[in-house]
T-cell receptor, first 112, second 114 residues
């Protein structure tokens, strides 16, 4: 049972480049989330999904897009990367909204 | 507006001592209060959680104390060990709404010295 798997684990982008982060969960969870973690800022919610085909904005959605075409996958896209998007990104999933969230191992993204 | 305020930002405790981390919330609709533990290079993982109908929950060396009237809750780690060195996040949500998400505090870096 893999839980929540994120790919890639590390990535370096040049300013203006685009990329997609992939999150996959095998727990049949309805809810999926993307957070970013920055020193001293805690975990901030970027976007989330309450089920296949749905997405919603979190606390810091600007500069990001998401898609949930399949229940087990949640993709986070950066259309034009900026240095301010240098961060560690975590995907999580939960059975129900606001309950125990299971996190992936994170993706460390550096934008130069 | 920060809905969950966590303190201290960092904490150093000697082995065998008690670690105490505090959180305060503003939204009285919150009905689920978990604590997450994160080791370097790993994702956060649920440590212990409490609902507002009880004032205390204990799991091994970890205890959550909850004060509904003061809108505060805290994590106590008894007999702290070097292996407890990690970042701890408190969080809150409104489970009964059915569409809630977790709101996290900013985290506390705990170092337990040998």
């Amino acid at each position: 049972n893999a839980g929540v798997t994120q790919t890639p684990k590390f990535r370096v982008l040049k300013t203006g480049q685009s990329m997609t982060l992939l999150c996959a969960q095998d727990m049949n969870h309805e809810y999926m989330y993307w957070y970013r973690q920055d020193p001293g800022m805690g975990l901030r919610l970027i976007h989330y999904s309450v089920g296949e085909g749905t997405t919603a904005k979190g606390e810091v959605p600007d500069g990001y897009n998401v898609s949930r075409l399949k229940k087990q996958n949640f993709l986070l896209g950066l259309e034009s990367a900026a240095p301010s998007q240098t961060s560690v990104y975590f995907c999580a999933s939960s059975y129900k909204g606001g309950t125990e969230a299971f996190f992936g191992q994170g993706t460390r993204l550096t934008v130069v | 507006q920060q809905q969950v305020k966590q303190s201290p930002q960092s904490l150093i405790v000697q082995k065998g001592g008690i670690s105490i981390i505090n959180c305060a919330y503003e939204n009285t609709a919150f009905d689920y209060f978990p604590w997450y533990q994160q080791f370097p290079g790993k994702g956060p993982a649920l440590l212990i959680a409490i609902r507002p109908d009880v004032s205390e929950k204990k799991e091994g060396r970890f205890t959550i104390s909850f004060n509904k009237s003061a809108k505060q809750f805290s994590l106590h780690i008894m007999d702290s060990q070097p292996g407890d060195s990690a970042t701890y996040f408190c969080a809150a949500s409104t489970v009964r709404s059915g569409y809630s998400t977790l709101t996290f505090g900013k985290g506390t870096m705990l170092l337990v010295s040998p």
